[in-house]
């Protein structure tokens, strides 16, 4: 598995470059990983670009996993109703077929911004079988919500995959980084959370996208891979048998009471 943490820019084609050269650089792995919205950074018109899921850049993605033989998942944008759209998570798998889709369901009206303004929000969890794992779908704020985390990991995933554009600003790093572990360690399971380069270029609505800081964790909530704050390639490796022993000690998903909650 590799942790794709690029930078993404104000043109699709170089987004795209971008997404091969990660690729090229991770070389033999089942699964990459990129952030949210790679199709294109926030505070662009975002609906001028969007495309439905047979369009150009999706197909370009698809084209991209098949000749690298590596499934992927990445943020894109979906026309919505008037002029808003939907910032969708594809999964393809690594013969170039997109096999799901996820519509970020929580939508970031927080710190001064407002997503909802330019974002339709998705209606339904997402879990995947895809390169030989069962991902959730997670997009940036929707990790700070637990009770997706649980329904993800109730509908059978062995890994929580969280692809962001997290808004920088005071403690958002801080935020960031507890929260990723905190749905590994609830849920005693893998979590990739894979964030875009920080972006120092100009200033965006609601301040600067990225802080970087992807992270590979396992089940007790151990930081096996930490970006850090610049572009980065990384290859982890995930072993669900670990996900089995961590769970043989701490059972804490087996003494929930349904009884009362």
């Known amino acids: 598995m590799a942790m794709c943490q690029i930078q993404v820019g104000d043109d699709p084609d170089e987004n795209l470059r971008q997404v091969r050269e990660a690729l090229a650089l991770a070389g033999d792995v089942d699964l990459a990983v990129f952030p949210e919205a790679v199709h294109l950074r926030f505070g662009n018109d975002l609906a001028k670009v969007a495309e439905p899921l047979d369009g150009a850049f999706v197909g370009e993605l698809r084209r991209a996993a098949r000749e690298h033989g590596t499934a ?143 992270m590979l964790i396992d089940p007790m909530g151990t930081v096996l891979a930490d970006l850090g704050p610049f572009p980065s390639v990384r290859v982890g490796e995930i072993d669900t048998r670990v996900t089995e022993h961590v769970r043989g000690i701490l059972p804490a998903l087996a003494h929930r009471r349904r009884d009362v909650l």
């Open 72 to 214: 992927l998942v990445a943020g894109v944008f979906e026309p919505a109703d008037g002029d808003r759209v939907y910032n969708t998570a594809v999964a393809i798998d690594a013969a170039g077929d997109l096999v799901a889709s996820y519509r970020k369901m929580h939508l970031f009206d927080a710190f001064g911004d407002r997503e909802s303004d330019r974002v339709a929000a998705g209606d339904w969890p997402v879990v995947v079988d895809l390169a030989g794992v069962r991902l959730g779908l997670i997009t940036c704020y929707d990790v700070r919500f637990p009770e997706l985390a649980r329904a993800l990991v109730e509908r059978g995933a062995d890994v929580l995959v969280v692809i962001a554009a997290w808004g920088q600003g005071v403690f958002k790093e801080e935020h960031w980084t507890t929260l990723v572990r905190a749905r590994a360690i609830e849920n005693t399971v893998w979590v990739v959370a894979v964030d875009k380069a920080p972006d120092r270029s100009r200033p965006l609505s609601g301040g600067p996208g990225g802080v970087g800081r992807s």
